[in-house]
């Protein structure tokens, strides 16, 4: 064993003051092995040490959560003895790494997260940020993550339903690869990990172990140097065809009552797995490091406890059941070995080779790491923007350079590549609000969303932090659904600046008010810091971006929402305050060039007021179409509505669209609806006994947008439309666009 120098502690990403807790804790020189334990546990990827205190802020439970934060899931009640198992985890390093296999292992990560706790997943669905599309590396980014994903999704027969996908320069030297799995299982059979029993049997399952991803959890606590390339061996390596036989085998065990506690080896492997099983449970595990399956020679225990090889788990079994449980894997050809025992000593042992490798107490490994309140300040609150000339202002110009931009393009070219349809349960494909999927044999459906809007975010953090909380309500209450619980993934810069920490305690502070009064609780999550890159090329922090992932309930998924118009001569209506807000808008952006002003401002009260409302007509059958008005505006929702239908739209209101906020102002808390003739009046007096502002538009027509407006028409064709969506893709991606 080589001597640890201050050096070498360097390496392991340990600081002088955390080398002196170790020291304390185990009141000697650690080893190498033990060192590289206290390394990974406490790296801000397993520790959550910068971030813990605050996100204890977040609101976590309501009566229909089963199990909040602190497992490898949330699970939430939909009735009938059914839970919805679901989180959201990212894998931005790897994935700006080694791009295939960054984000296909994500996806690996995820699910195993899901079914770990017994749930069989029905979905998946991913939040992607990447830097400028002409930025050198960006298309080689793009065209890995996408197959990577749909690579390992659709191997493991998993659909992947929808997601969302943005560009800015924040993003050039650190993408995001932000991945969410939803399962269902029963409420009697959900598996947890707190370890039991001592003298149980700890059991290793699945592929064997090798090299790959060592120190993974390490590299993703560390922005990027220039040598990021030289961190590809950190970047584990996935098969889904071994996650669709693992799946398998862990549900037919799970029928059985063997199972005592499951973790899956996740970042950290072996050695997360097994401390935290161990600390939830109270207890101590002894594991015999020589029983380990391993695919490579001479693997020492310090390779072994910080691979993160994927497709493998850690099971703790009832006495007497291992043949059983045994027979199970081989059938499905997979690993398995006895390789420890539960023990009463609070403390991780390794044996190898007749020797002690290590012998650390678990308390500071895990409640006991470090927790760090770190320095931060408040985000200025922007100024306003600067006055923007309406005289020569052309809407169907500025909608048609909108409808084609990098973040409201199609995005064709990237699900088609994903297999949206694989179990034959998915209601509502990519391309809405939500995607929507049936619970198998059931009349129920989830709906599923993931959003952020980091520019809003980098604006001011407390309203960006609560406008993303609020987007993913609308989103599934624009779907028909009633928003239920979700689950984060908290993707921030170098925490160790105050001002990065003043970003993400903004955002946590807008999110937990969001939370509270739109009873939609955090159930589970993940943070991922020091996204920042010095690499060559590269920017330097990425945008503040708390990514939301959400799941809403349909009690009968026929009656969920699109947002296609549906026939011609229907009424379309706007539902909620309108102010024509322009501050940090796309349109603001795109069509001068310019990133100014506050963001929109969320009114909660107003926001659940209108979408209570909107949720309750659709329910009714008032609604043949719905949409929240986000990105772009009122236009750009009423063409996104119109390229999903072919159906147009005359908007005959000229004096309320008399200027571009009125089209482009993103305004929060607004959805247009179309309601028949026949739904109309019902609607109305619904709406004014709820205190729901509501604005006549226009009716739907064929073929094309018209906004009557007083000195001339606007007139868009859907042709032109769909031809400025369509083509930012396929023709960013050139010769990769025939993959998809």
């Known amino acids: 064993m080589p001597e640890i120098t201050p050096a070498i502690v360097a390496e392991h990403g340990l600081s002088p003051e955390e080398y002196e807790r170790v020291l304390a804790a185990l009141g000697r020189e650690p080893n190498l092995t033990e060192l590289g334990i206290f390394s990974v546990m406490w790296s801000e990827h397993c520790s959550y040490k910068s971030s813990r205190i605050h996100l204890k802020k977040l609101p976590t439970k309501a009566p229909w959560v089963i199990q909040g934060p602190g497992e490898n899931a949330g699970v939430i009640d939909i009735g009938d003895g059914l839970a ?18 960054g984000a296909a292992t994500g996806v690996g990560g995820i699910l195993r997260d899901v079914f770990t706790m017994g749930a069989r997943p029905i979905a998946n669905m991913n939040a992607l940020r990447f830097g400028r599309p002409d930025h050198p590396k960006m298309r080689h980014l793009i065209a890995g993550v996408v197959h990577g994903i ?34 269902i299982a029963q409420t009697d059979k959900i598996f947890y990990s707190a370890a039991a029993g001592i003298g ?10 090798g090299r790959d991803g060592i120190h993974g959890a390490t590299m993703a606590s560390a922005d990027f140097g220039e040598d990021a390339d030289e961190k590809r061996p950190t970047v584990q390596v996935g098969d889904p065809f071994t996650e669709k036989l693992l799946i398998e085998a862990c549900l037919e065990l799970m029928a059985s009552d063997a199972i005592v506690a499951i973790q899956d080896m996740g970042a950290a492997g072996l050695t997360s797995s097994s401390v935290e099983m161990a600390s939830k449970g109270g207890v101590g595990i002894e594991l015999d490091m020589d029983a380990v399956p391993c695919r490579e020679t001479g693997m020492t225990p310090y390779e072994m406890m910080l691979s993160e090889s994927q497709e493998r788990m850690l099971m703790v079994l009832k006495p007497g059941r291992e043949l059983e449980a045994e027979a199970i894997f081989r059938k499905w050809e997979l690993d398995f070995a006895v390789i420890g025992r539960i023990t009463d000593t609070g403390r991780l042992v390794l044996k190898w080779q007749g020797e002690t ?18 320095p931060w300040v408040p985000t200025p609150k922007p100024a306003p923007h600067a006055p923007v000339t309406e005289a020569n202002i052309d809407i169907a110009a500025d909608l048609l350079k909108l409808i084609g931009s990098p973040d409201l393009a199609s995005r064709r070219w990237v699900w088609e590549q994903y297999d949206h349809m694989v179990g034959a349960d998915t209601v509502q494909r990519p391309g809405g609000d939500a995607a929507v999927v049936r619970v198998h044999g059931t009349d129920k459906g989830l709906a599923i969303t993931t959003d952020s809007t980091p520019r809003y975010c980098y604006a001011d953090p407390v309203e960006g932090g609560k406008q993303a909380i609020a987007e993913a309500w609308r989103n599934l209450t624009a779907a028909g659904a ?39 609780p955090i ?51 706007c539902v909620g305050e309108r102010t024509g807000h322009l501050g940090q808008t796309l349109w603001l952006r795109e069509v001068h060039g310019r990133e100014e002003g506050p963001p929109p401002p969320v009114d909660l009260a107003a926001e659940r007021r209108t979408g209570d ?49 009125a089209f482009f102002g993103e305004d929060q808390g607004l959805y247009i609806v179309t309601v028949p003739d026949n739904a109309l009046i019902e609607f109305l007096n619904t709406a004014h006994l709820a205190g729901v502002t509501v604005e006549p538009l226009g009716r739907t027509i064929k073929g094309r947008l018209i906004f009557e407006r007083p000195e001339r028409d606007c007139v868009v064709a859907l042709d032109a439309l769909r031809a400025a969506h369509e083509g930012f893709f396929p023709k960013l991606m050139g010769a990769d666009a025939a993959l998809a």
Not at 485 to 499: G, H, K, L, V
Request: glycine share 12%; aromatic share 6%; with cysteine.
């Open 482 to 520: 009633r928003p239920l619980a979700a689950t984060d993934c908290m993707n921030f810069a170098n925490p160790q600046r105050p001002e990065i920490m003043g970003q993400f305690v903004g955002c946590i502070e807008g999110m937990a008010e969001a939370c509270t009064r739109l009873d939609m």
């Open 84 to 101: 919805a198992i679901f989180k959201m985890e990212s894998h931005n390093h790897p994935s700006y790494i080694e791009p295939y296999q």
């Open 357 to 374: 490798a290590a012998d650390i107490p678990l308390g500071p490994l895990g409640d006991d790491a470090p927790a760090y309140d770190r």
């Open 523 to 573: 159930v589970s999550g993940n943070v991922s810091l020091y996204n920042e890159s010095k690499a060559t090329g590269g920017g330097s922090a990425i945008l503040p971006t708390p990514a939301i992932g959400a799941v809403g309930l349909l009690e009968d998924w026929r009656k969920s929402m699109t947002i296609g118009f549906k026939g011609v001569g229907d009424v379309i209506l």
């Open 613 to 661: 409302f909107v949720r309750a007509a659709i329910e009714h059958g008032h609604v043949s179409a719905c949409h929240d008005v986000s990105d772009g505006g009122i236009a750009v929702a009423l063409a996104e509505m119109a390229l999903a239908s072919g159906i147009g739209a005359m908007i005959d209101k000229p004096q309320p669209f008399a200027c571009a906020p």
């Open 200 to 209: 149980n049997p700890v059991v290793y399952v699945g592929s064997k172990t």
């Open 150 to 183: 749909g690579g390992y999704g659709n191997c493991v027969g998993v659909p992947t339903v929808g997601g969302e996908v943005n560009f800015h320069p924040a993003y050039d030297g650190n993408i995001l690869v932000n991945a969410m799995t939803v399962g």
